[in-house]
Every structure is written in C-alpha cells, then in structure tokens.
Nanobody, 124 residues
C-alpha cells in the first residue's frame, strides 16, 4: 500500500504562484509515473500533468500549458507541481496519483493510488 500526501495549497491572488508537493511512502514515487489532477465544484476531475521517467512529462490540460510544470525529486520521494500565473479558473482541489507503470495516463482509472487532495483558491 502506498500513501500519498499533498501539501502546498492555499489562497493566492491572480497572477501569483504556488508549488504543490506530493510525498509518497516507500520508494514508488522515485520510479513510477505520477499525475496531478484537479476538480472544481460541479465539474469532473481532470488530468493536468503527468511525469514519467526522471524528467519527462505529458500535459493533459491545454489551459495550464506554459504556466504549470511537474518535477520529481527522487532523493525525497516527492513530486512537485509548480503553478505560475494562476487564474481564478485554476481554483480547485488538486490531487496527485501514482500509476504503477512507466508511462502516463490521462484518465482516473489509470492510477493505482491517490492522495487526499489540497485546496487551491485563486482570488483577489
């Protein structure tokens, strides 16, 4: 069983930045693919980004291109989501998820373990 814990969410003004962290138990986050998803009230959960290998990534949401990046620190078994130039429409609960494979998936069922989520609110 792998446990994932997200942190780093909060309230930020439009145009600001946040960095979310996803810390995993054991060593799974060092090697397997990890995705970030988000869900706004009344909307379905959507895939944002996924990292596979050490640095390779896939962007699933066009709305975050050139603003969000995903990275991995193997030494501390953590995956990060750097969010820049935040907009009110980025307000959502953000989740990280572990896929016990070496490629990425853009659908929920492609992931084996999920964190509890961290809330991001973008508002002035």
């Amino acid at each position: 069983q792998v446990q994932l814990v997200e942190s780093g969410g909060g309230l930020v003004q439009p145009g600001g930045s946040l960095r979310l962290s996803c810390k995993g138990s054991g060593s799974a986050l060092k090697y397997y693919s990890v995705g970030w998803f988000r869900q706004s009230p009344g909307k379905e959960r959507e895939a944002i980004l996924c990292i596979f290998g050490l640095t390779r990534s896939t962007v699933y949401a066009d709305s975050v291109k050139d603003r969000f990046t995903i990275s991995r620190d193997k030494d501390i078994n953590t995956v990060f989501l750097q969010m820049n130039r935040l907009k009110p429409e980025d307000t959502a609960m953000y989740y990280c998820a572990l896929r016990m494979e070496f490629d990425c998936s853009g659908i929920d069922s492609g992931y084996n373990y999920w964190g509890q989520g961290t809330q991001v609110t973008v508002s002035s």
